[in-house]
């Protein structure tokens, strides 16, 4: 239990506020909302603006304007009108000026018992005349009668005064009485108490420059707007908090580590690049040498490299990364490559292998399910130095590995990482030369990254962009069928196979229904071996088997002895077998985009047309056959339209930009990068798709100040450094050496 001092301040328990008590606290801790601080920054959901209320009489004149309108009057009468299913409940209100009818269609037996004759209603909607007279359908209503019926203020402050917050309640604050109006309440008596303990976080002259309201008048108003003006000014001041909070953190975790900590000066010229680009069967693109090149500068200079290297599936990200690699063993230091699934890994290894084969760089592969043998020997190589190039998955940043000088870090395929992983790989480098230097580090993403969200998520990274594709591919051509037509999609396989390309028939594979699955990918592996290809020879992975089983079947389908590769979402990342020309996405309904897109990636790395079949659930069909105009379906209208607008997405483009950008529009921000879980500030108001211009504003003055005051000791950053150390997480506490 914490001890309370006399003293208030913002941590204090949000118990104590007047009205609150033990059981609403409860309730709202449910929700997140333990001090007084995490309560004055629960900002309302939305508002009610009473401001400019209508009088009834005036209605009329609003009827079919397509304004919004919001007036006050009292119940009169309610009534349930018509039979099952056109029944409709209708409220009449009014007041002294007159009449008008407030009609529902739906919920009609939660509003019969929703209401009361006489009560106070405010309505708000647009306004449409029906026989001469005013009528609002489906208006949004509040209750302006208290309630409870114990008003401890008269009827009508805070509720009807001016514009009105609105809370977010769950099922458990309205137990305790915290609904819309209680909520108020309890705001009420915080902003009472303690609004002005609320420090003002920016330097002044940031407020100064861009007239922001100062912190104070910005929560006031946030909650209880004095005016529009004044709410929009508060919800700017506070989007910027949340951004600036954000940019903050990566300009002091860029900062630290380019000035803080010297990094190593790579000499750029190395034979053994020089001599693997030889011999490689194809020119690189021009893509491809510009980012060699700006890689390849960065590792020259002394400052350590922090670097996204940014490039759709195909584009040839592999061989940039090994060209850097390479550079790092020549000036005698390790480089580690991490890839997200042992398979995954496994590729990597044999690729890097054979590309090297004539070469005196040792190669080894660290990944979870070796034999402890080899592993031993293994993390023997790597920490006497013996091993040049490391390749494995997270189990690179396990406990006792220990490299011996560790160069470079390079991280395969990020989206499938945090930003956890990304510091422990540094960190191992950093412990490998005993704290002298930072190793490079080059992240590479398929994922084109819309740019507000890289300069959110990825603000601390040089970037660099391969925006060209090898010249020799053909576009994939991408279709849909519904379950009913398989055998169409069957004798086109075959025809496929037979004139010599190998196929992907891909299962969906989720941890929540992970026994299914599986089961469901190995019966349709072993029908399709025994009844329907059984000309054909038919292979099957899933990331539950053995590793040395799953190399072994990568292996065989590498080299075409397997025509048909049936399996789970394992291949969805990085595996490249230019031969395989045609995927078949079973179940499409259950993937996201950028996985659909994933999956697609894996063909058309060849000469050969590729296609991919995305094999839909029937109902489907209708909607394509009637433009996307999806039926209403009572609480599946949602998710299949997702459903149809991932499909839809995928046979119009095959640019990872714009899927990426519909699928950051689908998913939301939060889920696209796993910003949740990354230890990243929280942004309530805040949109990263819609409020660009903080954004940025947010981020030049963040970065401004950082760099002028790298470890903010001015006094007038004072504000900062404890806002940063107080809220922010604690893993970045040592930025600042406690
Ligand atoms: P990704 O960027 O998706 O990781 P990869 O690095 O796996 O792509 O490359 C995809 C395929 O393209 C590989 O088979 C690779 O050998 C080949 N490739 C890479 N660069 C070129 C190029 N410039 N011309 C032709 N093929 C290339
Ligand atoms: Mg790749």
Not at 20 to 39: K, S, W
Request: aromatic fraction near 8%; hydrophobic fraction near 40%.
């Amino acid at each position: 239990m914490k001890t309370i001092s006399n003293k208030k301040d913002l941590s204090y328990p949000v118990q104590y506020v007047k009205g609150i008590g033990p059981r609403r606290a409860q309730a709202l801790a449910e929700q997140g909302v333990e001090t007084v601080h995490d309560l004055l920054y629960y900002f309302p959901f939305d508002y009610i603006d009473l401001s400019k209320v209508e009088k009834i009489g005036n209605l009329e004149r609003f009827a079919d304007s397509d304004k919004w309108i919001t007036t006050i009057g009292t119940v009169r009468s309610l009534d349930l009108i018509g039979r099952f299913p056109r029944q409709r409940f209708v409220i009449t209100l009014g007041d002294e000026t007159g009449i008008i009818k407030l009609i529902f269609f739906q919920s009609v037996n939660f509003f019969k018992k929703a209401f009361t004759e006489g009560e106070l209603l405010a309505a708000s909607g647009k306004i449409t005349s029906f026989n001469d007279s005013p009528q609002m359908v489906h208006p949004s209503i509040d209750r302006l009668s208290d309630d409870e019926g114990t008003a401890a203020e008269p009827v009508g402050f805070l509720h009807t005064k001016g514009i009105v917050p609105k809370y977010g309640s769950s099922a458990s604050l309205k137990d305790v009485n915290l609904n819309v109006k209680g909520f108020r309440r309890i705001i009420h008596s915080a902003l009472n108490e303690y609004l002005d303990l609320i420090p003002e976080i920016l330097p002044p002259d940031v407020l100064l420059s861009h007239r922001f309201l100062p912190i104070k008048d910005a929560i006031q108003n946030i909650h209880f707007p004095q005016s529009e003006e004044k709410l929009n000014e508060a919800r700017k001041r506070l989007k910027f908090d949340e951004f600036f909070a954000l940019q903050l953190m990566l300009a002091i975790h860029r900062t630290h580590v380019k000035v803080d900590s010297p990094g190593i000066a790579f000499e750029i010229k190395s034979n053994l690049a020089r001599k693997t680009v030889d011999s490689l069967p194809f020119k690189l693109t021009k893509a491809q040498q510009r980012v060699v090149k700006e890689i390849t500068a960065d590792m020259a200079s002394q400052r350590p490299m922090s670097r996204l290297l940014q490039g759709d599936v195909g584009s040839g990200k592999t061989i940039v990364s090994l060209l850097a690699m390479l550079v790092s063993v020549d000036n005698g230091y390790q480089a580690a490559f991490m890839a997200p699934t042992e398979i995954l890994a496994e590729q990597h290894f044999r690729t890097l292998q054979s590309l090297l084969k004539d070469s005196s760089v040792n190669i080894q592969l660290l990944i979870g399910g070796q034999r402890s043998r080899l592993r031993k020997d293994t993390l023997e190589f790597i920490e006497q130095g013996k091993a040049n190039i490391i390749v494995g998955t997270h189990a690179l940043i396990q406990q006792g590995v220990k490299f011996s000088n560790l160069g470079l870090v390079i991280i395969d395929e990020q989206h499938r990482f945090g930003v956890a992983q990304r510091v422990s790989l540094r960190q191992k480098g950093i412990e490998s030369q005993n704290g002298i230097r930072h190793p490079d580090i080059l992240i590479m993403t398929a994922t084109p990254i819309p740019r507000t969200l890289s300069l959110t998520v990825y603000g601390d990274l040089d970037v660099s962009v391969i925006d060209e594709m090898p010249a020799s591919r053909r576009q994939i051509k991408t279709l849909m069928r519904t379950e009913s037509e398989m055998a169409t999609v069957y004798s086109f396989v075959h025809d496929q196979v037979k004139q010599g390309r190998q196929v992907y028939i891909v299962y969906p594979l989720v941890e929540e229904s992970e026994k299914l699955d599986l089961k469901a990918a190995t019966d349709s592996y072993e029908r399709l071996k025994s009844e329907l290809f059984t000309d054909l020879r038919v292979g099957l992975l899933h990331g539950k088997m053995k590793s040395a089983l799953k190399d072994e079947v990568m292996q065989s389908f590498k080299e075409g002895e397997i025509d048909i590769l049936v399996a789970t979402t394992v291949v969805e990342v990085g595996i490249d077998v230019p031969n395989a020309s045609v995927m078949i996405i079973e179940h499409v309904e259950r993937y996201g985009l950028a996985q659909l897109h994933q999956l697609r990636g894996r063909v058309g790395r060849g000469t050969d047309q590729s296609y991919c079949l995305m094999i839909a659930p029937d109902w489907m069909k209708k909607n394509f056959k009637s433009k996307f105009n999806l039926p209403v379906i009572d609480g599946e209208a949602d998710d299949r339209g997702k459903v149809v607008r991932r499909i839809e997405t995928m046979l119009n483009t095959t640019d990872g930009f714009k899927i990426a950008e519909i699928d950051l529009e689908l998913r939301g921000p939060g889920d696209f990068f796993g910003t949740r879980q990354s230890g990243m500030p929280l942004l309530r108001l805040a949109n990263i798709l819609i409020d660009h211009e903080i954004l940025s504003l947010a981020r030049t003055e963040a970065f401004r100040i950082v760099e002028d005051d790298p470890h903010l000791r001015k006094s007038e950053h004072q504000s900062v450094r404890n806002f940063f150390k107080e809220r922010l997480n604690a893993k970045y506490k040592y930025l600042f050496g406690g």
